[in-house]
């Protein structure tokens, strides 16, 4: 099955792609977002190196029951033909109420079949207080009218 928009991307293919990429991250859903990337895709998220959609799938259960009250915008950066980069933020907090704005860059490859086979992602996370928040829509996906990260001055 073909996961539209496919390579070669033009410069709205890849906003759209980026776009489809934190409204499946905000679902927190992570059997539904495993399925964006290839059987055999392969990560390198922070330090940790992950292969295959299960591992995936893993990782995002286990980040997601750690990380309380995620919020996610993602940003284009760049593309090519098969390749996306991305800049991106998040805030949540720990299970001691701790927020925190995780700052981070992704680089993305595609398949022919619009699949991501290969993300690279660095990530720092900022301690921040609960009144520094910026992102404050209900669970799911970002409101089309609400600020992106350019916007927020991040």
């Not at 991250?25 to 495993?34: D, H, L, M, Q, Y």
């Not at 609960?130 to 669970?139: A, G, V």
Request: charged share 30%; aromatic share 12%.
């Amino acid at each position: 099955m073909t996961r539209m928009p496919v390579p070669p991307f033009s410069y709205d293919d890849a906003v759209k792609k980026v776009r489809m990429a934190e409204d499946a991250w905000n679902t927190r859903e992570p059997e539904k977002v495993a399925l964006a990337y290839t059987p055999d895709t392969k990560w390198r998220n922070r330090s940790e190196f992950l292969n295959g959609r299960d591992e995936v799938r893993d990782f995002l259960t286990r980040k997601w029951s750690q990380e309380t009250g995620y919020r996610l915008i993602k940003e284009i950066w760049s593309h090519g033909d098969n390749r996306i980069a991305v800049r991106f933020c998040y805030e949540y907090h720990d299970t001691d109420n701790n927020w925190f704005r995780a700052h981070g860059n992704e680089n993305w490859e595609f398949d022919a079949e619009g699949y991501m086979a290969v993300r690279h992602a660095s990530i720092n996370d900022v301690a921040i207080a609960e009144s520094e928040r910026l992102f404050h829509w209900p669970n799911g996906p970002r409101p089309v009218d609400h600020a992106g990260l350019s916007d927020l001055g991040l």
